[in-house]
Every structure is written in structure tokens, then in C-alpha cells.
């Protein structure tokens, strides 16, 4: 390859003027350049091949090039890309409202259609303090959550997330100041710890005139920690909320639609919330978009408000493009096999990386669904990862002292092999 390659012409003109996500201005590290991906292998622009263990930040869990999503995207845009959702509505977003209801808990029959999961979490914020100020209650401001989490990169879902582990501390003295309580025990089969209980217990009791609502991940603490948690704590929140006029948010952003074997994550708790926020998988990794649902009890408040209308509206809202490849999506998820798949891959997870406890720095290796964890006792070395995981041809963006893999649901058992043999090598080198 020449220096004036088409290849490095687009790496040179990358690094002079792409932003790349959670990195400098220029790039320290160049990014590989992908072109194209199919199945579950991206093949980058010099030939080389890697198995995507990361479902592109978990959201493509069927994979690239899927021939049902790439026909109902094609389809819609023979018919209309976009259309304004002010005034106006059409048969995709109806068709993918109506599904949503169907699908998640009980008791959740409204939707709001957004852009993106911090758009979400952001209208869910906004639905439970418009909420309270319908009713009068002007005093309940502020959210309650427990550390380790990680709700989104806009201002009001930073405001959520773990104040200490990530990069949101930058902010401090400009966001909300909420509510933290310590982040849950461990283990998602790990017996409930009482004290716990009581210090969520608590702390609702202790705030409830001032609180608005308490926002967590249900099960799977996601780009806080990757860390599993009970879901009984899930059904404390739920009834000392209740008891005590709170409202419950769950970010199902990076859990639903099957990741941890449940369609949502919810359902391993039995419960409701109050408002669901679901993103990521919604359109199988096409589009961006996702949704906020909420109860009657929520939308009702809202309405009979001095403002009777949710104070908020994206131009690509409900977006047909969008709309309609996520009824597809989750069509393919509608005979049920997700589950079995799900299954496969977390027998496989579990199998691949049980080596790892054996490796040097490795504290710790947990699995659940479709979500396997090598924790290490340091900082993962990012560049030295990255060598020793792509040059087994496998593709994972570790973070903090964590290497990781959501992988697509229809990978197969000789590429999760591919994908945990790496990571348990590379957790012995980064």
C-alpha cells in the first residue's frame, strides 16, 4: 500500500477532520477502516476479516445485511423516507406503537418515538417532571439511582449516570445533583442482601417529597460496568416507589429485546415501571431510533397539566425509514428462536471464557444472555487490545478494566469460539 493509497487518503482525511466518539481531536490511535459487513464479519478496506463480537455496540443482533431488514428498508424508501410526525402519521410508526405495547410489561400503552437512547432516557426525565408539575407538585425535582450506571452522553441522562466511574464527573457544579445510593450486589443469582434493601428503602423514604422519579437499568448495569445484578432489588424499587408517590424509569436501552434472555429485562422482575425506555436493537443495528413508554397514570398527569402537551418534539421522530425496519426486526424476534440462540450463546459464553479465571490479573468472568465479561485488576492497555484481538480476527471495544462481548444472535458456535479464544488471550496481554 502506497502512501497515497485510496485507503490512506481517507485515513489522512479521517484524522484531519472526523470526531470519532470518547476520543482526542485528532485521534491518538487511527480507527480501522470498515467496507463492508455481512453475517457477522466486517471486512475492512485492506481485505482483512474480523467476527463483530460487539454487534456494533450491541444494537445489530441479527447480524449485517440481513436480506428481511435490508427489504423493508428498501421497500419504505419506494414509498416515503420521511415525513414530518407534527400533524401527521403513517402506517409504520402506528404498526411499531401498537407492536411495542404489545410486547413490553403490562400497563405500558403509550409511546414516544425519538431519535436515540439518550434522547429517551431524556424524554423520560421530562414526562416524570412535567409529570409532577401537572400535579402541582413542583417540589418533587429530583432523580434517585444507584452508582455504577449509565443512562446516556446529553445533559439530564449524565445527570444519572455513576458520578464518580465515568466521564460525567467533568460536569459537576453544571448538571442536576440527584440522589445516589450505592450500586447494587453483585450477581444476578446471588441471594438478596437485606441491608441493601434497606438502604433503598431508605433513602425513597428519606426523599420521596423531593423526588420525581428513580431511574435505573434493570438487571444489567450496562457502560457503567458491564455488572448483573438481582432482580429482586427491581421489585423493591417497585413497591417503595408505589408506597411512597415515586415514579420508576427503566433504561431498557442496551437489555431489550433479548439480551439477557428475557425480551426485556423487566420480565425477570415481574414488574412495571412507570416509564421503559428501549433503543439500540429496536431497528437491529439499521437507523437510529428509539422510544419511551409510559402508563396511562403518566400520560393522563401530564395532560391535565397547564400545559396539557409533552414539551418535546424531534424532527425525525417517528421516522418511516426507521419505523419500518424495526417492525422487522422485531418481527424476526416474533417465532420466539431468539431465545434458544440466546441460550447457545450464553452456554458458549460461559464455556469460551471459563479459562480466563485461571489467567493472571483476571478478577473476574461473569455471563448472562448474550453478555460475557472478563474483569481485569487494571486498566485495559487499548492499543495492545486491540492487536491482539484483531490479529486473531475478532473485533471488541474494551473499556475501563473490562473486555467484553455482546455478540449478534445469530452467531455461530465455531465464531463464539473465534471470540472468547481471543479474549481470554487478550485479557493475558492488555
Not at 482525511?13 to 470518547?22: Q, S, T
Not at 446516556?152 to 466511574?165: A, I, K, L
Not at 397539566?305 to 416474533?334: C, D, K, Q, R, Y
Request: one cysteine or more; hydrophobic letters at 45%; glycine letters at 10%.
Amino acid at each position: 500500500m502506497t502512501s497515497d493509497s485510496p485507503i490512506s487518503e481517507l485515513l489522512r482525511l479521517d484524522a484531519r477532520h472526523v470526531w470519532h466518539p470518547y476520543g482526542p481531536m485528532p485521534a491518538r490511535v487511527a480507527p480501522l477502516l470498515v467496507e463492508e459487513a455481512s453475517g457477522v464479519r466486517l471486512r475492512l478496506a485492506d481485505g482483512t476479516e474480523l467476527v463483530d463480537g460487539m454487534s456494533s455496540w450491541w444494537a445489530a443482533i441479527h447480524g449485517y445485511r440481513h436480506p428481511v431488514l435490508d427489504a423493508a428498508l428498501r421497500e419504505q424508501a419506494g414509498r416515503m423516507s420521511h415525513v414530518m410526525f407534527g400533524g401527521l402519521t403513517h402506517e409504520p410508526a402506528i404498526r411499531l406503537a401498537t407492536t411495542l405495547v404489545d410486547l413490553t410489561p403490562e400497563g405500558l400503552e403509550h409511546v414516544f418515538l425519538c431519535d436515540s437512547g439518550s434522547v429517551s432516557v431524556e424524554v423520560a426525565l421530562k414526562m416524570c417532571l412535567q409529570y409532577w408539575r401537572s400535579s402541582g407538585r413542583t417540589d418533587k425535582t429530583r432523580m434517585l439511582t444507584w452508582r455504577g450506571g449509565y443512562h446516556g452522553d446529553t445533559f439530564h441522562p449524565m445527570s444519572v449516570c455513576d458520578p464518580e466511574g465515568g466521564m460525567h464527573a467533568l460536569w459537576r457544579g453544571v448538571l442536576p445533583e440527584q440522589v445516589f445510593v450505592p450500586e447494587p450486589p453483585s450477581g444476578f443469582d446471588t441471594p438478596v442482601d437485606d441491608s441493601y434493601v434497606d438502604t433503598l428503602v431508605r433513602a425513597v423514604e428519606e426523599h420521596a417529597d423531593e423526588l420525581a422519579a428513580v431511574v435505573v437499568e434493570p438487571v444489567v448495569q450496562g457502560a457503567g460496568g458491564m455488572r448483573f445484578h438481582n432482580p429482586a432489588y427491581l421489585r423493591v424499587l417497585r413497591e417503595v416507589t408505589e408506597r411512597h408517590d415515586v415514579l420508576l424509569v427503566f433504561d431498557e436501552i442496551a437489555t431489550g429485546f433479548g439480551r439477557t434472555g428475557a425480551l426485556f429485562a423487566a420480565e425477570h422482575a415481574g414488574v412495571t415501571p412507570d416509564v421503559l425506555c428501549v433503543g439500540k436493537a429496536l431497528t437491529g443495528g439499521y437507523l437510529t431510533m428509539a422510544a419511551t413508554l409510559c402508563t396511562p397514570k403518566v400520560a393522563d398527569g401530564i395532560s391535565r397539566g397547564e400545559v396539557p402537551v409533552l414539551a418535546h418534539g424531534p424532527t425525525f421522530m417517528g421516522n418511516p425509514l426507521a419505523s419500518a425496519v424495526a417492525n422487522a426486526s422485531i418481527g424476526l424476534l416474533s417465532d420466539g428462536a431468539w431465545r434458544e440462540d440466546v441460550r447457545r450463546i450464553e452456554r458458549g459464553l460461559t464455556r469460551g471464557l471459563a479459562p480466563a479465571t485461571a489467567v493472571p490479573g483476571v478478577v473476574d468472568v461473569r455471563v448472562l444472555g448474550a453478555i460475557g465479561v472478563i474483569q481485569l485488576d487494571r486498566p485495559v492497555d487499548m492499543a495492545a487490545a486491540t492487536e491482539a484481538l484483531t490479529s486473531r480476527g475478532v473485533w471488541l471495544r474494551p473499556f475501563r478494566d473490562l473486555l467484553y462481548t455482546m455478540p449478534p444472535y445469530v452467531t455461530s458456535d465455531d465464531d463464539l469460539a473465534l471470540v472468547t479464544d481471543a479474549m481470554v488471550a487478550t485479557a493475558g496481554v492488555c
